[in-house]
């Protein structure tokens, strides 16, 4: 989750077998999951069909609906448009909340709110509401930042998650219900969201189908409304997805985790590039601009003497001349166990202007509520305890290992991530 810096120009923006970096197993369910389905995933027809079956008029799903989508009931008992019986039979159908637990830090000031959602098998996932007031030529927005996965199976070592190992897709109507709940939150102020970013817990593109439909969901102007472009879905690279969202037109916006231009250290930073190289992906992106006519964001975490030296910025700007692209450099957030710290402010501003130029413009932009970790699956992270120090120690050797022998330009020769490469999505 990131924000821009004051003084930079803001623009638009089953547990793997092999888990090359995973420092323990992602916090396991504890509890068989809850087969009634999520309300907010069930569409009208289908709704329309239940009521008949109950006896009940069509219309009634209108009042549902309403009532799901409306910022006052938070459970079908609260909704006395409704008779009593219909009430308990709803709640014995259909999940009003596919969240058992929501809990709110916030921090930044007040800017930054971060939700910890608890699912019905225990399993903990993270979506974060990011406030940005309203500047000379900008409207105010509300950003929420939701998750599409518990745990990840690509596991990139400076991400949260990604030491989490992957634990299960998030059903539609948990990815949708993040969004009712930071809209609820933000109803009570009278304000309501204005951009949706899947930058959260989990890889959206191997999730892909339930990421559609969510977003389906939520452009639908009789459930929640908001229009797709003001929707980004980002990727680590799965290239198939990309091929996948290329062919379904302009949609959403996509921005892609480059992190390295040069194969041997993506390989080390994003495990699925060993999958699908990096000029694979850029090769996707351009077709998907070609076809769609919109510019795909890049986004970049910036590690200390990792992929932050002039070289790395050469290379990017060797990679993306030319593109439709536009380049967002985040220092890292230190919240993973890594030996690794993020790039000073001076040497990503050096970078920035680097590729600026060689003709490729970029943003630098600033983690936001680091000290609840921005980075989601932080929090998820800390739920799933403590790793034992030796384990720690052994990973921190192992990524310095790697990442000395990329920067010497060492293909790593480890296979990619189990969970990655033969899930077509
Ligand atoms: N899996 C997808 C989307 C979720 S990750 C992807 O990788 O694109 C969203 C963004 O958070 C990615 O760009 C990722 O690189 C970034 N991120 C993860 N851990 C981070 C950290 N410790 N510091 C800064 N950015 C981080
Ligand atoms: Fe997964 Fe994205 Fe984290 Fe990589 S950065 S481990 S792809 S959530």
């Not at 008029?57 to 009931?73: E, L, S």
């Not at 037109?249 to 996509?254: I, M, T, Y």
């Amino acid at each position: 989750m990131t924000s821009e810096t004051p003084d930079t120009t803001p623009t638009p923006t089953p547990a793997p077998a092999v888990q090359p970096f995973g420092l323990r197993p992602a916090p396991s369910a504890s509890a068989p999951r809850d087969p009634r389905p999520g309300i907010s995933a069930v569409t009208t027809d289908e709704l329309k069909a239940w009521l008949v079956a109950q006896g009940q008029p069509a219309y009634r799903a209108r009042q549902v609906a309403d009532a799901a989508w409306g910022h006052k009931a938070t459970g079908f008992d609260d909704v006395r448009t409704l008779p009593g019986d219909l009430r308990a039979a709803l709640d014995e159908a259909f999940r009003f909340d596919t969240m058992t637990e929501t809990e709110v830090r916030v921090t930044d000031g007040g800017l930054t709110e971060k939700a910890i959602h608890r699912l019905s098998d225990g399993l903990v996932i993270e979506s974060v509401l990011m406030h940005y007031p309203a500047r000379d030529d900008a409207r105010e927005r509300h950003t929420l930042c939701i998750s599409s996965q518990a745990g990840c199976a690509v596991g990139c070592p400076f991400c949260a998650t990604g030491e989490l190992g992957m634990e299960r897709d998030l059903e539609t109507a948990e990815i949708v219900d993040q969004v009712r709940h930071a809209a609820r939150r933000l109803a009570v102020d009278g304000k309501h969201l204005t951009n949706i970013v899947f930058m959260g817990m989990g890889e959206p593109l191997l999730n892909l189908d339930r990421v559609l439909e969510s977003i389906g969901i939520l452009n639908d102007p009789t459930r929640f409304g908001l229009g797709a472009r003001h929707i980004t879905v980002s990727t680590s690279g799965v290239v198939p997805g990309i091929e996948r969202l290329t062919a379904l037109g302009p949609q959403f916006g996509l921005a892609i985790s480059l992190h390295a231009a040069r194969n041997p250290l993506r390989d080390v930073l994003v495990p699925l590039n060993r999958r699908w190289p990096v000029e694979e992906v850029v090769a996707a992106a351009r077709a998907h601009t070609q076809a769609t006519g919109r510019r795909v964001t890049y986004e970049a975490t910036m590690i200390a003497g990792i992929n932050d030296t002039d070289a790395d910025a050469d290379a990017m700007a060797d990679l993306l001349r030319g593109e439709l692209a536009h380049v967002n450099l985040i220092p890292m957030n230190q919240v993973a166990h890594t030996p690794w710290t993020g790039t000073p402010i001076p040497q990503v501003v050096r970078f920035a202007a680097r590729l600026g130029a060689a003709g490729v413009t970029a943003t630098i932009r600033q983690n936001r509520g680091t000290e609840i970790g921005a980075a989601c699956g932080q929090l998820a992270a800390e739920a799933a305890g403590r790793p034992a120090p030796i384990v720690v120690q052994r990973r921190r050797e192992r990524l310095e290992a790697q990442s000395a022998a990329a920067l010497r330009g060492e293909r790593s020769e480890e296979p990619a991530p189990a969970g990655v490469g033969e899930k077509a999505p």
